[in-house]
């Protein structure tokens, strides 16, 4: 019987991970994931477009065009058309 014990001791054991393996396995990962994350946040700092770019014409086209499909006859808002509260309250004194 005690080779039975020893032997599901011995397969317990092996089947178990080394504590100081797992642990330097986790701190490994740990600072790579921090030098990671710090040449990440170096990419973030800097701009993704040159100083500029979106005040281009090409880039402001679309704005435009957008000012200008809005200003044709049937496609303005309707709420453009209704007059404010102040120009009416004068009117009826």
Sequence with gaps: ???????AENLIRRAMEDPDERDAKFRKHVQTTKAEAEKMKLHWA???KPFGYWNLDRNNHK?????TLS???GRSSPYDEIPSASSSSSVQR
């Design 1 to 7: 019987m005690a080779f039975v014990l020893e032997f």
């Design 46 to 48: 800097n701009p993704v």
């Design 63 to 67: 704005f435009l065009m957008d000012l």
């Design 71 to 73: 200003r044709l006859p």
